[in-house]
T-cell receptor, first 115, second 114 residues
Framework: AQSVTQPDIHITVSEGASLELRCNYSYGATPYLFWYVQSPGQGLQLLLKYFSGDTLVQGIKGFEAEFKRSQSSFNLRKPSVHWSDAAEYFCAVGAGGFGNEKLTFGTGTRLTIIP | DAGITQSPRHKVTETGTPVTLRCHQTENHRYMYWYRQDPGHGLRLIHYSYGVKDTDKGEVSDGYSVSRSKTEDFLLTLESATSSQTSVYFC?????????????FGQGTRLTVV
């Protein structure tokens, strides 16, 4: 069975600083990987996704993630965070068939931004 | 935003009572899902549907049933609610549309079982 580990429960960074959120996955086949963001009281919004091809993927809001098969990782990065980036971030792996996005989520990382 | 509406958005119910949550989509997507979100667990898949009247279990399906009689509606039923089912429930939809795509999520339903 697939699994996702987000080792950091809570991260605090200063506004303008760089950010990296860690994600490690376990999956027997080629993984389909996603990062979602959730603001308080809201649903989940897709930041970016990796299906195949270029291992560095660009997403919305200036985020990017790099797929490293050798490390089973899909870390999320942003060069300079903004106060509006404060939210909870979820990494997920997709295990369904074509178009079927049964997702297994990590436990999430809460991001706090300090002025 | 994807056209997904969850109802109700908030509900408080008593232990032992039946509860039905509704997910309605306007995107004509084939796949629909119900997840629950709990602190320390992220989101976990309860049930999903791959077409009208076609459903299957997810990771945490015990105590839940689902039905899909129309493409646009996916119902989640707690036959006899328990306190352990207090959670935030999210509906999601997806479809291939010619290429692999992603799941879109509704705004969630906060359910409290007292």
């Amino acid at each position: 069975a697939q699994s996702v580990t987000q080792p950091d429960i809570h991260i605090t960074v200063s506004e303008g600083a760089s950010l990296e959120l860690r994600c490690n996955y376990s999956y027997g086949a080629t993984p389909y990987l996603f990062w979602y963001v959730q603001s308080p009281g809201q649903g989940l919004q897709l930041l970016l996704k990796y299906f195949s091809g270029d291992t560095l993927v660009q997403g919305i809001k200036g985020f990017e993630a790099e797929f490293k098969r050798s490390q089973s990782s899909f870390n999320l990065r942003k060069p300079s965070v903004h106060w509006s980036d404060a939210a909870e971030y979820f990494c997920a792996v997709g295990a369904g068939g074509f178009g079927n996005e049964k997702l297994t989520f990590g436990t999430g990382t809460r991001l706090t931004i300090i002025p | 935003d994807a056209g997904i509406t969850q109802s109700p958005r908030h509900k408080v119910t008593e232990t032992g009572t039946p509860v039905t949550l509704r997910c309605h989509q306007t995107e004509n997507h084939r796949y629909m899902y119900w997840y629950r979100q709990d602190p320390g667990h992220g989101l976990r898949l309860i049930h999903y549907s791959y077409g009208v009247k076609d459903t299957d279990k997810g990771e945490v399906s015990d105590g839940y049933s689902v039905s899909r009689s129309k493409t646009e509606d996916f119902l989640l039923t707690l036959e006899s609610a328990t306190s352990s089912q207090t959670s935030v429930y999210f509906c999601a939809i997806s479809d291939s549309k010619g290429s692999r795509t992603e799941a879109f999520f509704g705004q969630g339903t906060r359910l409290t079982v007292v």
